[in-house]
């Protein structure tokens, strides 16, 4: 914002050394980005950051002068107008939405002349940056730059009926505002509107059919306070971004509001128009109570580190500010006024009282206190764990965006359980994520697409969110899940290189979960084929896709290929193998202690069951029967090959099982491992109704 010396001497005697309070504006948290020299005097281009709303006016930034110079501050007095008067008799204001627009205060001017403004007034628009335009919308863009309170002028005239209804827009209706565009209005849009039409859009453009022109000789002028995400959602819809709404989505001061419609028809006067009727229509139906925050003293002095810091010298760091300060012991209960609504704690104000004090004068000092203690969070710890285990076994961690656009793991572009953002910048980024393997797909085709690397191994851990149905009534959740993708060439391992490289399949990938599992020492899962399930999970490959059930009260995890139909959207010339684990379930049933076992100095013993089974057979079922025999010294146990074809009978398949004996006591011996092998025998029969060949 360009800030004129010149204007701002008006109300603060600042000395002409625009490089020296251009320092102290900067020491005291406003940004100067430069400082300018032209025929009209010396400019302060002054950075407001978004909390700073208060500061998008000249009185702003002279009270910030004013405060760390130590000056009284001299703010314009206009004539305060009076509730009703003849004002009253000629117009009306009704806020239909109080929610959106909580005051809105008009006052009437009759017999007006459209012309020129004198030329002191056209010089300090200049300097500030606007262009002249006549003597009305100077004066009230005058008044903006000069309170930070946008004002707007109706021609009276052609207002129906003569007054102002503050209404939400009726779907379907439309706005030709100023600059000549048709808007399109919905339901969710503030307006200003007469008996009949909207006439303009709340805080941020009037409407081209009751705009001041030559002709008009009688006005209503408009000053209010909106809602400032009202406002925000408004201008960002249809694309419009103007002084005014730039404002207001920063929050004006809603007591300014009858000040600076006075203020302007206190400057109307000034340069030969009449004088206003008397009155004013205010509407303030609900007004807030001041905002009183207490600040404890000796909790000043140790977050600022400034022992010199007493009450009297905080009280008049925050009186210099305009805040209202009473003692009692030592704690100060601060008012805080309406235009610093981004002061709400008690840190807010220690802040303010540092910055006013002067930072420079925060005393360097070492910083002591023990060091013994420490350490990561127990969730911390645990995360560290996974990517570790991950790590370990060859896959890459991979860092996504939180938010995301629709996907193909959205049963619809608007799955209910997807959580959206109500104000996106983009289409891009307009929900949280629900899962992330949306994340490690776009990674992956990344690369393929821009480095050419078809080979990948990647996980995730972190925060997901979704809709869970709660109370009667979506309510967004907080997560957290482990993702991991595999896609191409597997990494050679052993001493054979001139093999025939390994593609990932679904047995790479379920070992990795498998690996990950048996790290955090989790003993009790089970992998399920999706079967009846697989209309749950349609990115899914329904064959080559289990579930991962940890726990009976979480939801499961889910491991297996992407679906033939989706992968072509990946651009990725191999099958594309996923896995997802919700990180509640799986810390709910892993041991938070490690456990470790010797491992035993005998030798371990290799024996194998070659089961027949229809083809229909899980390997789940196959898994279980062995699990359930419980067999004692059985160290291991995996699959080797499976066999369908001749001279096997039709519909059947023969499996290859390993099973790895080993004792921490001894050598097994043959009758031992035997009595074993017929256990197993035995419950493959029973459970999975196996055969076996003599």
């Given at each position: 914002m360009l800030v004129p010396l010149e204007w701002i001497q008006q109300?603060?005697?600042?000395?002409?050394?625009?490089?020296?309070?251009?320092?102290?504006?900067?020491?005291?948290?406003?940004?100067?980005?430069e400082t300018l020299d032209s025929e009209i005097g010396s400019v302060l281009d002054v950075y407001i950051t978004p909390n700073r709303g208060d500061c998008l006016s000249m009185l702003g930034v002279a009270r910030e002068i004013a405060a760390l110079y130590d000056l009284p501050l001299t703010p314009p007095s206009p004539p305060e107008s009076q509730q009703g008067g003849e004002t009253a008799t000629r117009t009306s204001v009704q806020i239909e939405a109080p929610d959106l627009c909580p005051r809105y205060a008009a006052r009437l001017i009759r017999g007006v002349k459209i012309g020129d403004s004198p030329e002191w007034l056209q010089q300090r628009l200049i300097a500030a940056g606007q262009r002249p335009i006549n003597n009305l919308v100077d004066v009230t863009n005058y008044v903006m730059l000069e309170l930070g309170q946008p004002l707007h002028a109706f021609d009276f005239d052609t207002l129906a009926e003569n007054r102002i209804v503050v209404r939400r827009a009726n779907e379907g209706e439309s706005l030709t505002t100023l600059d000549g565009e048709v808007r399109?209005?919905?339901?969710?849009?503030?307006?200003?509107?007469?008996?009949?039409?909207?006439?303009?859009?709340?805080?941020?453009?009037?409407?081209?059919?009751?705009?001041?022109?030559?002709?008009?000789?009688?006005?209503?002028?408009e000053s209010?306070?909106?809602?400032?995400?009202?406002?925000?959602?408004?201008?960002?819809?249809?694309?419009?971004?103007?002084?005014?709404?730039?404002?207001?989505?920063?929050?004006?001061?809603?007591?300014?509001?009858?000040?600076?419609?006075?203020?302007?028809?206190?400057?109307l006067a000034l340069i030969g128009q009449p004088t206003a009727l008397s009155g004013v229509v205010d509407s303030y139906p609900a007004p807030e109570a001041p905002r009183v925050i207490s600040l404890r003293v000796r909790r000043t002095v140790d977050l600022l580190g400034i022992p010199d810091i007493t009450a009297e010298v905080a009280t008049d760091c925050l009186k210099r500010l305009g805040f209202g300060v009473v003692q009692e012991q030592g704690t100060l209960h601060v008012t805080v006024p309406a235009s610093r609504p981004d002061l709400t704690l008690e840190e807010d104000l220690i802040e303010e009282v540092g910055r006013i004090y002067g930072y420079e004068n925060i005393p360097e000092t070492l910083p002591i206190g023990s060091t013994t203690r420490g350490g990561d969070s127990a969730e911390g710890t645990f995360l560290n764990e996974i990517r570790r285990i991950l790590t370990a076994v060859g896959l890459q961690?991979?860092?996504s965006h939180s938010l995301t656009p629709p996907s193909i793991f959205d049963v619809t572009p608007h799955d209910p359980r997807r959580v959206a953002v109500r104000n996106a910048l983009s289409y891009e980024i307009n929900g949280l994520r629900r899962t992330h393997l949306p994340g490690l797909l776009q990674v992956a085709t990344r690369n393929a697409t821009r480095a050419g690397q078809n080979s990948l191994a990647l996980f995730e851990v972190g925060r997901v969110w979704q809709n869970e149905y709660i109370a009667e009534m979506h309510t967004p959740v907080e997560l957290l899940s482990v993702a991991g993708l595999l896609t191409g060439e597997l990494e050679e391992v052993g001493?054979?290189?001139?093999?025939?490289?390994?593609?990932?399949?679904?047995?790479?990938?379920r070992g990795i979960v498998e690996r990950l599992l048996e790290g955090l020492q989790v003993k009790n899962y089970t992998l399920t084929p999706l079967g009846d399930k697989s209309e749950d999970y349609p990115q899914f490959h329904p064959g080559r896709t289990a579930l991962i059930h940890l726990s009976d009260e979480y939801s499961p995890?889910?491991?297996?290929?992407?679906?033939?139909?989706?992968?072509?959207?990946?651009e990725l010339r191999n099958r594309i193998y996923l896995f997802e684990i919700p990180l509640d379930a799986l810390g709910a049933v892993a041991l938070s202690e490690k456990r470790y076992q010797a491992s035993s100095r005998f030798p371990v013993a290799v024996r194998d069951l070659a089961p027949r089974v229809t083809r229909e057979t899980t390997f789940a079922e196959i898994e279980a029967a062995v699990n359930s025999a419980n067999v004692s010294n059985l160290a291991e146990w995996r699959l080797t090959d499976v066999y369908q074809g001749t001279p096997l009978p039709e519909g059947t398949?023969?499996?290859?099982?390993?099973?790895?004996?080993?004792?921490?006591?001894?050598?097994?011996?043959?009758?031992?491992?035997?009595a074993g092998m017929e256990t197993l025998r035995a419950s493959l029969i029973e459970k999975a109704q196996a055969t076996f060949v003599a």
């Open positions: 109300y603060v005697a600042v000395p002409a050394d625009t490089k020296e309070i251009a320092h102290r504006l900067t020491m005291g948290g406003l940004e100067v980005e399109e209005l919905t339901s969710e849009m503030l307006v200003i509107a007469d008996a009949l039409r909207p006439v303009a859009l709340a805080g941020v453009m009037g409407g081209a059919e009751t705009e001041v022109t030559e002709k008009t000789t009688n006005i209503l002028l209010a306070h909106f809602n400032p995400l009202s406002v925000r959602r408004t201008a960002r819809t249809l694309g419009m971004r103007t002084e005014a709404s730039y404002r207001f989505e920063r929050v004006v001061d809603p007591e300014g509001v009858r000040r600076a419609v006075d203020r302007a028809c206190e400057l961690e991979v860092v001493w054979q290189r001139d093999r025939k490289p390994l593609l990932a399949d679904f047995g790479a990938v995890g889910v491991v297996g290929e992407l679906h033939p139909r989706f992968a072509p959207q990946m398949k023969s499996l290859t099982l390993s099973f790895t004996f080993r004792s921490a006591e001894g050598t097994l011996t043959e009758a031992e491992i035997g």
